[in-house]
């Protein structure tokens, strides 16, 4: 994939791209930690002083257990992903011999923003595990609402009149879970055991949106990435026969 960006785009040949490397998002785990630890071990034998040391121990996360454990398609594209985001971080904020960007850093509120169009993708969404799933840390930054907004209030007690009728008790008259807790999307939906609520707001909301449009946002939004493909995740396992009877 890699090789094809570079034959695509000439100007890019003399541009490092690691994979692995992180490409600034947090969540992108696997091929750092590979070497941190290592990296952790050295210092921690050279402060006790030790003369040897055995193979270090890595645990299995993140997109390291997408890639193993993933269908084939997934796990593909998920290694496409990692490279096309470095590859986007690279080129945002490394310059070319002349000065220039290769590519000016984006405006998050551009409307031709990867994260506005995905910002619009969350405010857009009708479903209730999007409409939940925005009650985060940062919901104003999304175009959501806030926590003392009254439509919160609406929504609360609309889930808990669903819980009651779906006879899952939930504790208290505003639930942490739906008290503007910092928990996306995909979370929320696990927790409330309605996996396949999230390819049905994936779906509407990329309708509403243009499904081209959102094709390179999706290659280089960690967030849209990681939405999407554990949303496919979540189809998987999903039992539609059973599924759709919580949606009478």
């Not at 593909?76 to 850093?105: F, M």
């Not at 799933?133 to 009149?161: Q, W």
């Not at 939004?221 to 396992?237: E, G, I, Y």
């Amino acid at each position: 994939m890699l090789e094809q960006f570079k034959n695509k785009y000439p100007e890019l040949k003399n541009l490092k791209i690691h994979g692995f490397s992180g490409g600034g998002a947090a969540l992108q785990r696997g091929g750092g930690r590979v070497t941190e630890v290592a990296h952790n071990h050295g210092r921690v034998a050279r402060y006790f002083h030790a003369k040897t040391m055995g193979p270090s121990l890595l645990t299995i996360q993140g997109h390291q257990m997408q890639i193993l454990f993933s269908p084939s398609s997934i796990a593909l594209n998920t290694l496409e992903s990692l490279v096309a985001q470095n590859l986007h971080a690279r080129a945002q904020t490394e310059l070319k011999p002349n000065g220039e960007h290769y590519v000016l850093p984006h405006n998050d509120k551009a409307q031709n923003s990867g994260n506005y169009n995905f910002n619009q993708l969350f405010a857009n969404a009708p479903w209730v595990s999007v409409i939940l799933g925005n009650l985060s840390s940062r919901p104003s930054k999304r175009g959501g609402i806030s926590s003392i907004n009254e439509n919160i209030t609406v929504i609360i007690y609309s889930i808990i009149i669903l819980s009651y009728l779906f006879k899952i008790y939930l504790r208290g008259d505003t639930p942490k879970l739906l008290n503007n807790r910092a928990i996306t999307v995909e979370r929320v939906s696990a927790h409330s055991g309605t996996h396949f609520l999230n390819y049905l707001s994936v779906s509407e909301g990329l309708k509403s949106l243009n499904y081209d449009e959102l094709h390179d946002m999706y290659h280089c939004s960690k967030s849209c990435r990681d939405f999407m493909r554990n949303t496919a995740l979540s189809l998987h396992m999903t039992d539609f026969d059973i599924a759709w009877l919580t949606m009478i």
